[in-house]
């Protein structure tokens, strides 16, 4: 009893780098905006929801008026993105767990698992220090750290969905056999992005109860090897391919993108264990200079001035690499390059010849701003302006629902850049 | 990942005083008023949610067939309360026919509770 309560009391006050966590925040922010800019749509197209059937949870639930609906809808936009930029952070947080999970609670029919998903979520994060980092007050911070048992709950409350959602399935014969992704139309994606040789060659009940294994088999194996040191990164790469896959084909509202925000929390909690050593001169290190740090959402990589001619990597191993294959390694601990980087990582594995020794005593670079602060914060103004522009007018303005659908494709270039500026924002002070 | 693939497809029936069924074609329907009004009605205006507005027109099913056809007698009960100027529909009814998974299609009547005599 002693050992699960020390067990429980070490859990409870570990702590760690919270820039994982503050990214989550801002991923959930977006996700708050992006939910409530569906309801916005539904208000626009529709009109207001309790002219139509619903159906509320409890007669005793107060209903709002439409002016006070309405001023929700707008209220959970401003707050996600002040989650998002990590201004007000804090206040932002509870009223948008306010505000969403009243309502979730208007309607049954708006139940949806990322909804419930996104409350939880919003409900963790108020319980967490999640402005501390990875956010426009967090510059003046050396190195956020801060308490983790939050961040853990939301990382154990990931993978009992992963394990749910995987066994329940396995347990539903019209899952096991294929027949719900068969008519979810995976058949028809094979054969269009399949060579004609595959086709023909694999029947199409075998290929269907393919699919639906290697779908299981999936979540499976993200809900136990996420939180696998040896194999976290390639459970890491496996997910994104998953959820990215169901985004692009699906839509699934806010499920992929909480998941991949969620995802942040499975880093390894290491600062600056990977060193890149720049040669002084030649346009691409200046760029890297400036590019790094803006990339290095997790403050992961360290800069050093070389002498030598090449580029060299040092990885969290201690091997170093130099050239083209450095970079790969340099972009395995970039969030944004860490999909296309990663497989291409795994070839040092099979060799050594990548390997060279790795420089000593080299100074280290105060990482560049790509842009001063002022002029940072003046484009995270306006693509937050944009972005918000484009919703109103694409809300209020009648397109066909397919355009609208296709319009959520734009979110995702417009969030990479909204991350990658305040990031921007905390550079300077934070690292020093 | 999704929990069912199920498809459906539902057509509108009132039922009349006599006890004749009416299919209500694209669940829209006219009535005279008592004060001499056309009133028109339209059950994909009134009921938009979850896919239960598309009548006559195979469907797929949010979530599930389950939580589809409760929605869909909830609906069945709303719009009758919220149409107190026709008098000549007793109740509602939806004759639903559904696959689950690509399975054999079954069918089902849902039918409203009728209107109360005190009413009418």
Redesign the interface.
């Known amino acids: 009893m002693k050992e699960i309560r020390a067990i429980v009391l070490r859990w409870v006050d570990s702590i760690g780098p919270l820039s994982g966590l503050g990214i989550c925040r801002s991923v959930l922010g977006l996700m708050v905006v992006r939910d409530a800019w569906g309801y916005l749509q539904k208000y626009a197209d ?1 009109g207001f929801y309790l002219n ?4 509320p949870y409890a007669d005793w639930y107060p209903a709002p008026t439409e002016a006070l609906y309405f001023s929700i809808l707008i209220g959970l936009i401003v707050c996600g993105m002040l989650m998002a930029i990590g201004a007000l952070t804090k206040p932002a947080v509870y009223t948008a767990f306010v505000l969403h999970s009243y309502h979730l609670g208007l ?4 139940y949806r698992h990322n909804r419930y998903f996104l409350a939880l979520g919003l409900l963790l994060l108020s319980l967490a220090p999640c402005d501390r980092a990875f956010s426009l007050a967090s510059s003046r911070v050396s190195v956020a750290v801060g308490s983790l048992w939050s961040s853990t709950l939301l990382k154990i409350q990931l993978s009992l969905i992963y394990l749910a ?1 995987a066994l ?2 396995t347990l539903d014969p ?2 096991s056999s294929g ?6 139309g995976v058949m028809k994606d094979w054969n269009s992005l399949a060579p004609e040789w595959l086709v023909t060659l694999l029947p199409r009940t075998q290929l269907v109860e393919l699919i639906t294994i290697s ?1 299981l088999f999936q ?1 499976f194996f993200l809900a136990i090897f996420l939180w696998v040191p040896l194999m976290r990164r390639v459970a890491l790469w496996v997910g994104i391919l998953f959820h990215g896959y ?1 985004e692009l084909r ?1 839509s699934v509202i806010t499920f992929s993108y909480l998941v991949l925000g969620v995802y942040f929390l499975f880093v390894r909690p290491t600062l600056r264990d990977r060193i890149i050593y720049l040669p002084r001169a030649g346009t691409l290190c200046r760029f890297l200079r400036q590019a790094i740090p803006s990339l290095d959402w997790l403050n992961k990589v360290e800069l050093r001035e070389s002498s030598g001619a090449r580029i060299v990597v040092t990885d969290f191993d201690g091997r170093s690499y130099r050239g083209l294959f450095g970079l790969i390694i340099l972009g395995t601990a970039l969030p944004l390059t860490f999909f296309f980087t990663f497989p291409l990582s795994l070839v040092r594995h099979l060799t050594d010849c990548f390997d060279v020794a790795t420089p000593k005593g080299r100074e280290e670079i105060a990482p560049q701003p790509w842009m001063s602060r002022s002029n940072a914060l003046a484009l995270l103004v306006a693509v937050i302006g944009i972005y918000l522009a484009l919703v109103w007018s694409i809300t209020f303005e009648h397109f066909p629902y397919s355009n609208r659908h296709h319009f959520h494709f734009f979110d995702i270039p417009l969030f990479a850049v909204i991350l990658t500026l305040v990031n921007q924002l905390q550079l300077g002070p934070k690292r020093k | 990942m999704f929990a069912e693939s199920s498809d459906f497809k539902s057509v509108l029936f009132r039922e009349m005083e006599n006890g004749q069924r009416v299919r209500a074609r694209g669940g829209e329907w006219e009535i005279r008023s008592r004060s001499g009004e056309i009133v028109r009605y339209s059950w994909s205006e009134m009921v938009q949610e979850f896919h239960l507005g598309y009548l006559e027109q195979v469907t797929h099913a949010k979530t599930g067939m389950a939580v589809t056809l409760k929605y869909m007698q909830h609906a069945l009960d709303w719009v009758m309360q919220r149409i107190p100027d026709d008098r000549a529909t007793r109740r509602l009814h939806l004759y639903v026919q559904y696959s689950k998974a690509g399975g054999p299609w079954e069918e089902v009547w849902l039918s409203s509770t009728p209107r109360e005599p005190s009413k009418q």
């Open positions: 529709r139509q059937f619903n159906l309607n049954e029919m708006w959602s329940s399935k019209d899952w027949r719900v992704l068969f008519g979810r779908a979540e169901i699906y």
